[in-house]
């Protein structure tokens, strides 16, 4: 216990799934933290979003933990927005060490319009980078940014006209330009001790993943595929004999990496994949 014990920690898509799994586990190595989330549908998701209530049981949890949080709603495709956010978080927190870019769509599913596309390069990429460049500004020498990429951001392509549709190939697009912005962006700021890493998951037991889009993504070959159905397929895509991680086996990584465990740890792409990409080759 206490590996970041008295850190401040920013986290976007703090309300449910991966990113309250992050809030909550680096709550009990002793961070604070500031949670941000849209709380609202985006439509071209066409699986319901995280709400109002959701982000409360967020800082319900932080909270039975002995640590502080800070709430806010903001969209990251909004900069000013953000921005805002974060500062206020500051302000009644104290200061800030870590952000951690979480928030993310996949609007998955062939049929969908080229908005489907956009949007998702809006919020997974946008996003993360409005996110990170709103945190920057607070984050003295020596602090930690991570990155939530994915383990479809470290397989090579552009996407086609598959069953992934336009929206996976905005996924795919997004999380392989965070890969290299990371890279990028770790050089830029290595003299100041501040670190610059991504996580890769594969599935991850969400309701992103919990979509009927999804479902139907998976086992094309069925018209309206269970959950049940849909875990064949996932497990086919890891090497272990897994459907998916869970959002805690992320959340181990992420506590790493904000950690001065990993102080000389920078541009790290780290897969919690289950052996998918090696079964791929990559």
């Not at 397989?155 to 086609?160: D, E, K």
């Not at 890769?200 to 979509?211: D, E, F, G, I």
């Not at 875990?231 to 001065?260: C, K, N, R």
Request: hydrophobic residues 40%.
């Amino acid at each position: 216990m206490g590996r970041v014990a008295d850190k401040v920690v920013a986290i976007t898509g703090a309300a449910r799934g991966q990113g309250r799994s992050h809030a909550v586990r680096l709550a009990e190595e002793g961070a604070d933290i500031i949670a941000i989330d849209l709380c609202e549908d985006v439509e071209i998701a066409e699986y319901a979003m995280a709400t109002a209530e959701d982000l409360e049981e967020t800082a319900r949890l932080v909270e039975k933990t002995g640590r502080r949080i800070v709430t806010r709603k903001a969209d990251v495709r909004d900069y000013a927005a953000l921005k805002t956010a974060i500062a206020e978080g500051v302000a009644e927190l104290g200061r800030l060490d870590s952000v951690v870019a979480n928030a993310g769509i996949s609007p998955i599913g062939q049929g969908r319009p080229v908005r489907a596309f956009t949007d998702t390069l809006d919020i997974n990429l946008v996003g993360a980078i409005n996110t990170v460049h709103a945190a920057l500004p607070h984050l003295a020498d020596g602090s930690s940014i991570v990155v939530i990429g994915s383990a479809a951001g470290l397989i090579p392509g552009r996407g086609g006209n598959g069953p992934e549709g336009p929206g996976g190939a905005g996924y795919s697009f997004s999380k392989q330009t965070l890969a290299e912005y990371v890279n990028t962006l770790a050089l830029q700021l290595a003299q100041s001790g501040t670190r610059v890493n991504a996580v890769h998951p594969t599935n991850c037991n969400t309701a992103m993943l919990h979509s009927a889009p999804m479902y139907r993504t998976f086992r094309p070959d069925l018209e309206e595929p269970t959950r049940e159905d849909a875990e064949l397929g996932f497990v086919a895509f890891q090497a272990m004999p897994i459907p998916y991680v869970e959002p805690s086996d992320v959340s181990h990584a992420v506590t790493y990496l904000v950690s001065d465990e990993s102080r000389y740890v920078t541009g790290l792409q780290l897969k919690v994949d289950g052996g998918a990409l090696v079964k791929l080759g990559f």
